[in-house]
Protein backbone atom coordinates (compact mmCIF):
# COMPACT_ATOMS: atom_id res chain seq x y z
CA UNK A 1 0.00 0.00 0.00
CA UNK A 2 1.37 3.80 -0.74
CA UNK A 3 1.67 5.80 2.56
CA UNK A 4 -1.09 8.23 3.23
CA UNK A 5 1.28 10.77 3.12
CA UNK A 6 1.81 10.43 -0.52
CA UNK A 7 -1.70 9.88 -1.16
CA UNK A 8 -2.25 13.22 0.76
CA UNK A 9 0.09 14.77 -1.71
CA UNK A 10 -1.13 13.50 -4.91
CA UNK A 11 -4.94 14.72 -3.67
CA UNK A 12 -3.17 18.17 -2.95
CA UNK A 13 -1.51 18.07 -6.54
CA UNK A 14 -4.93 17.67 -8.06
CA UNK A 15 -6.81 20.18 -6.13
CA UNK A 16 -3.12 23.06 -6.89
CA UNK A 17 -3.39 22.13 -10.55
CA UNK A 18 -7.01 22.72 -10.94
CA UNK A 19 -7.10 26.29 -8.58
CA UNK A 20 -4.05 27.13 -10.64
CA UNK A 21 -5.71 26.67 -13.84
CA UNK A 22 -3.01 24.15 -15.42
CA UNK A 23 -5.97 21.51 -15.38
CA UNK A 24 -10.00 21.40 -15.63
CA UNK A 25 -12.48 19.28 -16.36
CA UNK A 26 -9.15 17.64 -18.07
CA UNK A 27 -6.14 16.44 -17.36
CA UNK A 28 -3.99 14.25 -14.87
CA UNK A 29 -1.16 14.47 -12.25
CA UNK A 30 0.54 11.03 -10.91
CA UNK A 31 3.51 9.92 -8.55
CA UNK A 32 5.62 6.86 -8.71
CA UNK A 33 5.30 4.76 -5.90
CA UNK A 34 7.43 5.35 -2.92
CA UNK A 35 7.97 1.65 -2.34
CA UNK A 36 7.87 -0.28 -5.64
CA UNK A 37 9.85 2.03 -8.63
CA UNK A 38 7.27 -0.39 -10.80
CA UNK A 39 4.35 1.36 -10.24
CA UNK A 40 2.41 4.51 -9.92
CA UNK A 41 -0.48 5.98 -8.18
CA UNK A 42 -3.16 8.26 -10.41
CA UNK A 43 -6.79 8.99 -9.86
CA UNK A 44 -9.90 7.44 -11.41
CA UNK A 45 -11.21 9.20 -14.76
CA UNK A 46 -12.08 12.26 -13.16
CA UNK A 47 -11.99 15.91 -12.61
CA UNK A 48 -8.76 16.81 -10.83
CA UNK A 49 -10.46 19.19 -8.90
CA UNK A 50 -12.54 16.65 -6.89
CA UNK A 51 -10.29 13.98 -6.43
CA UNK A 52 -9.84 12.54 -2.81
CA UNK A 53 -7.64 9.90 -1.41
CA UNK A 54 -10.71 7.24 -2.38
CA UNK A 55 -10.10 7.85 -6.22
CA UNK A 56 -6.20 6.63 -5.80
CA UNK A 57 -5.83 3.97 -8.32
CA UNK A 58 -2.41 1.88 -8.67
CA UNK A 59 -0.93 0.89 -11.81
CA UNK A 60 1.81 -0.92 -13.17
CA UNK A 61 4.24 0.58 -15.91
CA UNK A 62 2.12 -1.17 -18.72
CA UNK A 63 -1.30 1.15 -17.28
CA UNK A 64 -2.63 -1.71 -15.81
CA UNK A 65 -4.87 -1.08 -12.82
CA UNK A 66 -3.65 -3.31 -10.22
CA UNK A 67 -6.91 -2.60 -7.34
CA UNK A 68 -9.31 -0.68 -9.55
CA UNK A 69 -12.31 -1.96 -7.62
CA UNK A 70 -14.95 -0.76 -10.62
CA UNK A 71 -13.34 2.32 -10.90
CA UNK A 72 -12.72 3.80 -14.29
CA UNK A 73 -9.07 4.53 -15.67
CA UNK A 74 -7.88 7.62 -17.37
CA UNK A 75 -7.87 6.42 -21.22
CA UNK A 76 -4.59 8.61 -21.51
CA UNK A 77 -2.92 6.55 -18.81
CA UNK A 78 -0.01 5.56 -20.93
CA UNK A 79 1.79 9.14 -21.11
CA UNK A 80 2.62 8.00 -17.47
CA UNK A 81 2.97 4.38 -17.58
CA UNK A 82 5.50 5.17 -20.79
CA UNK A 83 7.64 8.30 -18.90
CA UNK A 84 8.31 6.47 -15.53
CA UNK A 85 9.17 3.10 -17.94
CA UNK A 86 12.01 5.42 -19.73
CA UNK A 87 12.90 8.03 -17.48
CA UNK A 88 13.94 6.22 -13.59
CA UNK A 89 14.84 9.05 -12.15
CA UNK A 90 11.15 10.74 -12.56
CA UNK A 91 8.78 10.39 -9.61
CA UNK A 92 5.99 12.56 -11.11
CA UNK A 93 4.42 13.47 -14.20
CA UNK A 94 1.68 15.75 -15.23
CA UNK A 95 -0.29 16.09 -18.20
CA UNK A 96 -2.59 19.00 -19.25
CA UNK A 97 -3.97 21.14 -21.83
CA UNK A 98 -2.47 24.17 -19.57
CA UNK A 99 -3.72 26.97 -22.18
CA UNK A 100 -1.08 29.17 -22.75
CA UNK A 101 1.01 26.71 -24.10
CA UNK A 102 -1.23 25.17 -27.12
CA UNK A 103 0.30 27.91 -29.52
CA UNK A 104 3.64 27.02 -28.68
CA UNK A 105 2.41 23.54 -30.17
CA UNK A 106 1.01 24.38 -32.84
CA UNK A 107 3.74 26.94 -34.53
CA UNK A 108 7.12 26.99 -35.24
CA UNK A 109 8.16 29.36 -32.16
CA UNK A 110 9.68 26.95 -29.66
CA UNK A 111 8.95 27.64 -25.98
CA UNK A 112 12.34 29.15 -24.61
CA UNK A 113 12.85 29.84 -21.08
CA UNK A 114 11.91 34.23 -20.45
CA UNK A 115 12.87 34.28 -16.49
CA UNK A 116 14.22 32.08 -13.87
CA UNK A 117 11.18 30.43 -12.34
CA UNK A 118 10.44 28.91 -15.70
CA UNK A 119 14.76 28.17 -16.38
CA UNK A 120 14.06 23.98 -16.47
CA UNK A 121 12.29 25.05 -20.29
CA UNK A 122 16.12 26.21 -20.48
CA UNK A 123 17.28 22.24 -21.48
CA UNK A 124 14.25 22.25 -25.05
CA UNK A 125 11.47 21.78 -25.08
CA UNK A 126 10.76 19.32 -27.62
CA UNK A 127 7.22 19.08 -29.33
CA UNK A 128 5.33 15.76 -29.82
CA UNK A 129 3.79 15.04 -33.50
CA UNK A 130 0.82 12.78 -32.85
CA UNK A 131 0.97 12.14 -36.90
CA UNK A 132 4.47 11.12 -36.98
CA UNK A 133 3.38 8.13 -34.35
CA UNK A 134 -0.29 7.41 -34.94
CA UNK A 135 -0.66 8.86 -38.61
CA UNK A 136 -2.78 11.16 -39.90
CA UNK A 137 -6.24 10.74 -38.32
CA UNK A 138 -5.46 9.83 -34.24
CA UNK A 139 -8.38 12.15 -32.32
CA UNK A 140 -5.17 13.36 -30.82
CA UNK A 141 -5.17 11.26 -27.29
CA UNK A 142 -2.89 8.91 -26.26
CA UNK A 143 -4.66 5.73 -26.14
CA UNK A 144 -2.08 2.75 -25.81
CA UNK A 145 1.21 2.06 -24.84
CA UNK A 146 2.80 3.06 -28.65
CA UNK A 147 1.95 6.10 -28.60
CA UNK A 148 2.96 6.78 -24.80
CA UNK A 149 6.20 5.34 -25.56
CA UNK A 150 6.18 7.67 -28.89
CA UNK A 151 5.81 10.65 -26.65
CA UNK A 152 8.15 9.61 -24.02
CA UNK A 153 11.39 9.03 -26.63
CA UNK A 154 9.79 12.90 -27.47
CA UNK A 155 10.62 13.98 -24.76
CA UNK A 156 13.72 12.45 -24.09
CA UNK A 157 15.40 14.00 -21.38
CA UNK A 158 13.55 17.26 -21.33
CA UNK A 159 11.16 18.53 -18.29
CA UNK A 160 8.56 19.41 -20.72
CA UNK A 161 7.40 18.12 -24.15
CA UNK A 162 4.39 19.80 -26.13
CA UNK A 163 1.86 18.25 -27.44
CA UNK A 164 0.81 19.97 -30.91
CA UNK A 165 -3.07 20.30 -30.95
CA UNK A 166 -3.36 19.17 -27.35
CA UNK A 167 -1.30 20.21 -24.53
CA UNK A 168 2.12 19.24 -22.20
CA UNK A 169 3.66 16.31 -20.13
CA UNK A 170 5.51 17.95 -18.17
CA UNK A 171 7.74 15.79 -15.10
CA UNK A 172 9.81 16.02 -11.91
CA UNK A 173 11.92 14.23 -8.81
CA UNK A 174 8.55 14.72 -6.75
CA UNK A 175 5.23 15.78 -7.24
CA UNK A 176 5.97 19.46 -5.76
CA UNK A 177 8.53 19.67 -8.24
CA UNK A 178 6.24 18.53 -10.88
CA UNK A 179 3.80 21.48 -10.04
CA UNK A 180 6.29 23.92 -9.44
CA UNK A 181 6.82 23.19 -13.30
CA UNK A 182 3.50 22.94 -14.77
CA UNK A 183 2.34 26.21 -13.03
CA UNK A 184 5.64 27.71 -14.12
CA UNK A 185 5.81 26.35 -17.89
CA UNK A 186 1.74 28.05 -18.16
CA UNK A 187 3.03 31.22 -16.82
CA UNK A 188 6.17 31.74 -18.95
CA UNK A 189 3.97 30.91 -22.24
CA UNK A 190 1.86 33.61 -21.05
CA UNK A 191 4.91 36.17 -20.38
CA UNK A 192 6.60 35.10 -23.72
CA UNK A 193 3.92 35.74 -25.94
CA UNK A 194 3.35 38.77 -24.15
CA UNK A 195 7.18 39.73 -24.98
CA UNK A 196 6.88 38.26 -28.41
CA UNK A 197 4.19 40.68 -29.03
CA UNK A 198 5.95 43.84 -27.17
CA UNK A 199 9.26 43.01 -28.46
CA UNK A 200 8.02 42.62 -32.30
CA UNK A 201 9.57 39.11 -31.83
CA UNK A 202 13.17 40.17 -30.34
CA UNK A 203 13.06 38.39 -26.82
CA UNK A 204 16.05 38.09 -24.85
CA UNK A 205 16.07 34.86 -23.00
CA UNK A 206 17.87 33.06 -20.04
CA UNK A 207 21.16 31.84 -21.63
CA UNK A 208 21.96 28.02 -21.03
CA UNK A 209 24.14 28.67 -17.92
CA UNK A 210 21.46 31.10 -16.58
CA UNK A 211 18.98 28.33 -17.32
CA UNK A 212 21.13 25.54 -15.57
CA UNK A 213 22.31 27.62 -12.69
CA UNK A 214 18.45 29.16 -11.39
CA UNK A 215 16.87 25.72 -11.99
CA UNK A 216 19.64 24.73 -9.22
CA UNK A 217 18.99 27.30 -6.97
CA UNK A 218 14.84 26.72 -7.58
CA UNK A 219 15.33 23.10 -6.32
CA UNK A 220 16.09 24.24 -3.11
CA UNK A 221 13.17 26.31 -2.72
CA UNK A 222 9.82 23.99 -3.91
CA UNK A 223 8.44 24.21 -0.64
CA UNK A 224 7.61 28.02 -0.20
CA UNK A 225 4.62 28.00 -3.20
CA UNK A 226 3.56 24.55 -2.39
CA UNK A 227 2.35 25.35 0.65
CA UNK A 228 0.75 28.68 -0.01
CA UNK A 229 -0.94 26.64 -3.19
CA UNK A 230 -2.49 23.62 -0.99
CA UNK A 231 -3.54 26.10 1.68
CA UNK A 232 -5.22 28.20 -1.30
CA UNK A 233 -6.54 25.11 -2.73
CA UNK A 234 -8.30 24.16 0.81
CA UNK A 235 -9.35 27.49 1.31
CA UNK A 236 -11.43 27.80 -1.95
CA UNK A 237 -13.16 24.31 -0.97
ZN1 LIG B 1 -5.02 15.07 -22.91
Known amino acids: ?5 LIDDLVAANRILDQQGIVDGFGHVSVRHHADLA ?8 APGLVT ?5 EFDLDGNPLDPRGRAAYVERFIHSEIYKARPEVMAVVHSHSPSIIPFGATPVPLRPIYHMSSFLGAGVPVFEIRDAGGPATDMLIRNPELGAALARRLGSAAVALMRGHGD ?15 YTEINAKLQAEALRLGEGRVNYLNAEEAANATETNRRVFARPWDLWKRQAADRR
Open 39 to 46: RFLLARSM
Open 1 to 5: MASSA
Open 169 to 183: VVVGGSIQEVVFRAI
Open 53 to 57: ADDIM
